[in-house]
């Protein structure tokens, strides 16, 4: 089986995962797909991008002016029985099939449908990582299902993008109402115990922990956690901008001229 292991690159000399992308057509919105694949892109290659849906009406013909453009392989699910999850069931027999053949070291997801809750779980019993997509609307339960979720709105390029999402992912598929670009994204509340019981979980005696073993705890106890969903870019940022709950402190690597950042408790 490809390795299990996955996550953010931070270097050249890392070896690169090999990543399929399945996006559920029925439920997922074109205008994000730059962003998307702009964050797999910091977790690996994708080596497989396919989209499933019905692109001769519906939700999913938004996404034919694009598919040419970004390299994904469509998958034409008719939809002969109206509100029976063709597409779903097509998505997660190719899923399968692509993890059997022990090619890969992780799946992204894309869609804010609950139903990809057991898929996400089977895939990540055999040893890899899952990245889910989704709106802000997303159920917990497959939210809490990826290794990590990042929501579709804090990956746009633009506000006027961003509110286009969110009025997409809110209104009800036979009748999507447009919304004015200033539309408000939905804003989540910092999950401030959760990030201290992480930093507490790796500190060291002294209280003090690396960036990156906090990320990769905090990641695990919550794994929609995007410090984009509270105004920072990066989580370096967010660590150094909320001196109400983190001391920061840069630490030298040796023999290098670049840093590493430590954080702990105020």
């Not at 962003?35 to 290659?45: H, K, S, Y």
């Not at 997303?138 to 961003?162: G, H, V, W, Y």
């Not at 009800?172 to 200033?182: G, I, T, V």
């Not at 905090?218 to 969903?229: E, H, T």
Request: aromatic share 8%; net charge neutral; hydrophobic share 40%.
């Amino acid at each position: 089986m490809a390795s299990s292991r996955l996550s953010a690159k931070n270097g050249p000399e890392e070896p690169v995962s090999r990543l399929a992308v399945l996006i559920d057509g029925d439920n997922a919105q074109a205008l994000a797909i730059e962003g998307i694949l702009a964050e797999v892109a910091r977790f690996g290659e994708a080596t497989v991008k396919r989209i499933y849906g019905d692109f001769t009406a519906g939700p999913s013909s938004s996404w034919n002016e694009i598919l040419q453009e970004y390299a994904i392989k469509p998958v034409q699910q008719f939809a002969y029985t109206p509100r029976k999850n063709a597409t779903d069931i097509a998505l997660v027999i190719d899923a399968m099939d692509l993890l059997y053949t022990r090619n890969f070291d992780g799946f992204c997801l894309v869609s804010s449908d609950s139903d990809f809750t057991g898929l996400a779980t089977r895939i990540r019993e055999e040893g890899l990582k899952v990245l889910g997509f989704g709106a802000h609307k997303t159920p917990c339960a497959f939210q809490n299902a990826c290794d990590e979720f990042m929501f579709i709105e804090a990956l746009c390029r633009s506000k006027a993008e961003t509110a286009s999402v969110a009025a997409n992912a809110n209104a009800a598929p036979e009748a999507a109402p447009k919304k004015p670009a200033s539309a408000s994204v939905p804003v989540r509340k910092f999950p401030k115990e959760i990030a201290l019981n992480a930093l507490e979980q790796s500190s060291d005696e002294n209280g003090w922990v690396h960036l990156g073993t906090f990320g990769s705890n905090l990641n695990r106890l919550d794994p929609n956690f995007d410090p984009r969903a509270f105004g920072y870019k990066k989580l370096s940022h967010l660590v150094k901008g909320r001196t109400d709950l983190f001391t920061t402190e840069a630490r030298p690597v040796p023999g290098q001229s670049s840093e590493n950042l430590y954080l702990r408790a105020k």
